[in-house]
């Protein structure tokens, strides 16, 4: 069982950048894809970034490209997720999430993951 906390979270002006951190309890998250997604007020989950086991796939939602950067550090069991000219459109609970799907199409999905964190609340002000 990998249990995954996020932090980072806050609110920040539109513009602003704010880093997501997403740490594992064991060292078996290694062996794991990670996704992160975000959850607006009345709207479904959807996909933000995803990153390969081993750092050799990254995948971003269209409209998170050149802004968000997904990485991680397999020797720290973390992952991160760097977000730049935040925008209102942005607010939303972030959920950082592991699982063994691979390529864009599982990775993209929600139900491709085995464990979830609880989130981080990211506001952004316009």
């Known amino acids: 069982q990998v249990q995954l906390v996020e932090s980072g979270g806050g609110l920040v002006q539109a513009g602003g950048s704010l880093r997501l951190s997403c740490a594992a309890s064991?060292?078996?998250?290694?062996?794991?894809?990670v996704g992160w997604f975000r959850q607006a007020p009345g709207k479904e989950r959807e996909f933000v970034a995803a990153?390969?086991?081993?750092?050799?796939?990254?995948y971003y939602e269209d409209s998170v490209k050149g802004r968000f950067t997904i990485s991680r550090d397999n020797a720290k069991n973390t992952v991160d997720l760097q977000m730049n000219s935040l925008e209102p459109e942005d607010t939303a609970v972030y959920y950082c999430a592991a699982g063994t799907g691979s390529g864009y199409n599982a990775l993209s999905r929600p139900m491709s993951y085995d464990y979830w964190g609880q989130g981080t609340q990211v506001t952004v002000s316009s």
């Open positions: 064991e060292g078996t998250f290694r062996n794991y894809n």
């Open positions: 990153i390969s086991r081993i750092v050799i796939f990254r």
